[in-house]
């Protein structure tokens, strides 16, 4: 599995678009990437995948360069609940439903 | 359609018991994965059940152990208990064979002391 690194942690006002990049220079060709959200004391929860280019839903939009190195979730006008951490993975393709969470990147959301 | 569901919700357990934690996953989905997080490790993989057999396994000693019924339902049991085994202990459902896509319930506070 691809390693991947994000930042710690970013800081943003209500209303603001935030974007958190993770490097993942050794992804392979089939792997795919995915961003997960976790409030404090509850389950991580799917908020969204792709393969390459851009790929958008109500809660964020992911834009992967065409090398696919790297990726970056943007999540438009976050309010204080988006407070939360958010985990990139890559990789996905093999037999299993194994993922492997990194430390992840701690939003604070201010007001 | 109902979430997937983990209880009990908190366990306070004395070191050197064993526990027994309990999944119910979304319905028609036949992969149950468990994981453990602490401040320090993050979340770790665990093991992963698909129709009632192990497919993967994470570096945990042979203390934590699982199983799964035939209704996809699973149990994951931790014996001898120790002090570091205190953790969220979270289990997660999937409807595919892959694809990193998991829906995961509340989790079981599991504090040993």
């Known amino acids: 599995l691809a390693k991947t690194t994000q930042p710690i942690s970013m800081d943003s006002y209500e209303g603001q678009e935030v974007n958190i990049t993770c490097s993942h220079n050794?992804?392979?060709?089939?792997?795919?990437i995915t961003w997960y959200q976790q409030f404090p004391s509850q389950g991580p929860r799917f908020i969204i995948q792709g393969y390459k280019t851009k790929v958008t839903n109500e809660v964020a939009s992911l834009f992967i360069p065409a090398d696919r190195k790297s990726s970056t979730l943007s999540l438009p006008r976050v309010s204080l609940s988006d407070t939360a951490v958010y985990y990139c993975l890559v990789g996905g393709m093999e037999y299993g439903n194994k993922l492997v969470f990194g430390a992840g990147t701690i939003l604070r959301v201010k007001s | 359609k109902a979430g997937v569901t983990q209880t009990p919700r908190y366990l306070i357990k004395t070191r050197g018991q064993q526990v027994t934690l309990s999944c119910s996953p979304i319905s028609g989905h036949r992969s149950v994965s468990w994981y453990q997080q602490t401040p320090g490790q993050g979340l770790q993989f665990l093991f992963e059940?698909?129709?009632?057999?192990?497919?993967n396994k994470g570096n945990f000693p042979g203390r934590f152990s699982g199983r799964q019924f035939s209704n996809s339902r699973s149990e994951m049991n931790v014996s001898t208990l120790e002090l570091g085994d205190s953790a969220l202990y979270l289990c997660?459902?999937?409807?595919?064979?892959?694809?990193?896509?998991?829906?995961f319930g509340q989790g079981t506070r599991l504090t040993v002391v």
């Open positions: 997660a459902s999937s409807g595919r064979d892959r694809g990193f896509e998991a829906f």
């Open positions: 059940y698909f129709s009632e057999t192990q497919r």
């Open positions: 050794n992804i392979a060709t089939n792997d795919y």
